[in-house]
């Protein structure tokens, strides 16, 4: 039987309703302006210039367009945004570029706005083929190279996916053996599955390629390192010892012409090796200033973390772009009769309609917040503000703790998006389905999300093995103790039995037990640690247990530490919403959005209620009463605020290009409603069929 918040404080009472009738909300209100101007954070200037391109119709989408012509559509695009100045920031001032990594990532994700393929091309070109030579390379490759890169002349793949090896980069088959006598390397793909896959610019409009392959010299793998490969002539052709294939039409990014890459016994220039980790001399001797394969490998690819990032980005924009057009339709479409009243009802003011929609803005709301703190830890690291190994690591876990949320929940929202507006949400026009399809992919490039979450979890544990590496005898003893008394006092109920006796059966009195933040903190920092130590405690013996051994203890333990990863990335999207809050002055505004917090805070906890059910950590009564409260309380509250929220998000009708965002649905509305009233005023409205009397 379900609960009602009924006692709760008269402070807290409901506001007003609020219908499309155009009225002022009752309760607080919201700044949009500044609201938007927090959104847009540190890069807000280059959020806009990046905006105000994209209100052009050059850059634009077209649907209906032919593979074939929609590819050629987005290669103009880029050479716009190069004739734009849009694309250079990242590369040195030397190249005039600007040197400035977390702008250009801004401005980067933005560009989903326009088409995905052109964002993800573009992606390919400057943030894959372009960074890699930026940051594996060294001088000599930056005047050589880049400045054919940054301008397009020289359009670039990126090869390091195989055919064979997706996630597991350290085992790719293509191999660059170095040929002392010619002071060449040699790049082979001995076999079908090290062929290179899924490449942008591989099919058709690559020139060159940075590619990555197994280092050989004098007998010894030296390991994955990056090289300069040409693999196309100025006419297109492809050069000696090089073929490929067209991957053909996809599941969305039709803008982009992926394709596959094999090479046989292809002869590079030794110093086409880009060497800032790994050096070869003419003799063929290995030196690199990291002495660890391992160590080196993971330096390597960390310098690319900024795809990462972007893409947590972007699926952020597409959530804002998705909601601001579902929202805008559920305030104006209406459905069925409410009682007497003929009036229909506004979708929006349905509670369920506000369940599918209302937690998925807070969850997009704190999405937007942790990015920020994401790309400004990016920046710190890239500019060399904050560039120890420490800031590195750091950036590479939450880059793999975000993005797998933010793309995962991307295509979520897309699809309750899509699903709310009906029909009209399934038409090409109003965009849901393209960009769904479009995103889809953004869950499994630039890192597997299960294998990302997995690396996640392994820093958490080593985090937590060197906490108790660095705790003397007493610490250790103390921790043990505490982890067996709660334990004890969670599986013997008597946490459940306090909280009842505290609740004394109300449902308001529960729900402000846990209502404030440290709460809300407490039970999502409290599931994070209690799950790292549980898992901590089974693997203890891994290091003492042979190689397949502990891979198998591993694989016992792999979904529980993705879930714990899951519940890390959710509990610093809370922290960084929560952060964001005390930088709000505006007293409304600031109100508003604790409640939107709360909404994601309590959501969150309610998806994981088994758990904190099963491990003691709520009474059944407290849990009830969290569902009451989002129910009762928050989405009512936050029903009449819901289009202000959307706004702040700051899209031009540019942006959004949806026919039902432009306020058709209200006129067609308007014209429905003043039809049936002149037919009533006239008394020209014909009479209802009488329903047949109950004998």
Known sequence: MRTRVLDEPAAEALPAAHHDDGEAAAGPSIDTALLGEHLLGRWGEVRRHSRELLREERYHRIDGLGMAEHRERVLGQLRQLVADGAVHRAFPRALGGEEAHGANIASFEELVLGDASL?????????????????????????????????????????????????????????????????????????????????????????????????????????????????????????????????????????????????????????????????????????????????????????????????????????????????????????????????????????????????????????????????????????????????????????????????????????????????AGFLAENRFTQLRADLDIYATFEGDNNVLLQLVAKRLLGDFAQRMRSADAGDIAQFVAGQVGEAALNRSGLRQLAQRVADFGSTARSVGFVRDADSQRQLLTDRVHTMVGEIANRMRNASKLDADAAAELFNQNQNELIETAIAHAELLQWEAFTEALETIEHDGTRQVLTWLRDLFGFTTIERHLAWYLLNGRLSAFRAHAITDYIDDRLLPRLRPQALDLVEAFGFAPEHLRAEIATGAERARQDEARAHYTELREAGALPTPEPSPKRR
């Not at 939450?398 to 998006?417: H, M, N, R, V």
């Open 119 to 423: 964002q993800i091309k573009a992606g390919v070109q400057w943030g894959l083929f372009g960074a890699a030579i930026l940051h594996l390379g060294t001088e000599r490759h930056h005047e050589a190279y880049l400045p054919g890169a940054m301008d397009l002349r020289v359009p670039g793949a990126f090869a390091m996916t195989e055919t064979g090896h997706g996630s597991d980069v350290a085992s790719i088959g293509t191999t660059a053996t170095y040929d002392e006598a010619a002071e060449e390397f040699v790049i082979h793909t001995p076999f079908r599955g090290a062929w290179k896959d899924y490449l942008g610019n591989a099919a058709k409009d690559g020139r060159a390629a940075v590619l990555f392959a197994k280092l050989i010299t004098k007998g010894v793998d030296h390991g994955v390192h990056a090289f300069y490969v040409p693999i196309r002539d100025e006419a297109g052709a492809f050069l000696p010892g090089i073929g490929g294939e067209d991957d053909g039409l996809k599941g969305g990014l039709n803008g982009i012409d992926n394709g596959r890459l094999h090479f046989d016994r292809v002869r590079i220039p030794r110093t086409d090796l880009l060497d800032r980790y790994g050096q070869v001399a003419a003799d063929g001797t290995y030196t690199s200033p990291i002495a660890s394969p391992g160590r080196r490998f993971f330096t390597m690819l960390g310098t690319l973390v900024q795809g990462r990032v972007s893409l947590d980005g972007s699926s952020t924009v597409a959530a804002k772009l998705a909601l601001t057009i579902a929202i805008r339709y559920a305030a104006e479409r209406r459905q069925f009769t409410a009682g007497a009243d003929d009036a229909e009802v506004v979708l929006l003011d349905y509670q369920r309609h506000q369940r599918r929609l209302l937690p998925r803005l807070a969850q997009t709301y704190a999405m937007s917040f942790a990015h920020e703190r994401l790309l400004e830890k990016f920046d710190g690291v890239f500019s060399g503000a904050h560039d120890t190994d420490e800031d590195r690591q750091d950036l590479e876990t939450l880059a793999a703790a975000l993005k797998p949320l933010s793309t995962w929940a991307g295509l979520d929202i897309l699809q309750e998006c899509r699903e709310a507006c009906g029909g």
